[in-house]
Nanobody, 122 residues
Framework: QVQLVESGGGLVQAGGSLRLSCRASGRTFSSYVKGWFRQAPGKEREFVAAISWSSANIYYADLAKGRFTISRDNTKNTVYLQMNSLKPEDTAVYYC???????????????WGQGTQVTVSS
């Protein structure tokens, strides 16, 4: 059974940092594109970042550029999202996602985690 499990969410003050992790299990994900989406209360889910299997191709939404960094460790089947300079508007449930196909816009991955809550207080 395919599983993506996120961790690292929590409560942080504005200007602080968090690092989210997403570990894949159940099959080999090392060759998959992996990434992150988020969904704030009352809003649609939005793309945050994605990274190709070799880390050669990295994609960021405008909301993430300059503040968030995506990375991956294929030996651990894990993708990370380092979030710095967090703002209250970054408050959302953050979802890990994976897909075997190359990223196209809009990215519509097949595999999803359950999400981890990030709350940024002002």
């Amino acid at each position: 059974q395919v599983q993506l499990v996120e961790s690292g969410g929590g409560l942080v003050q504005a200007g602080g940092s968090l690092r989210l992790s997403c570990r894949a299990s159940g099959r080999t994900f090392s060759s998959y594109v992996k990434g992150w989406f988020r969904q704030a209360p009352g809003k649609e889910r939005e793309f945050v970042a994605a990274i190709s299997w070799s880390s050669a191709n990295i994609y960021y939404a405008d909301l993430a550029k300059g503040r968030f960094t995506i990375s991956r460790d294929n030996t651990k089947n894990t993708v990370y999202l380092q979030m710095n300079s967090l703002k209250p508007e970054d408050t959302a449930v953050y979802y890990c996602a994976a897909d075997p196909r190359a990223v196209v816009t809009p990215w519509a991955p097949d595999y999803w985690g359950q999400g981890t809550q990030v709350t940024v207080s002002s």
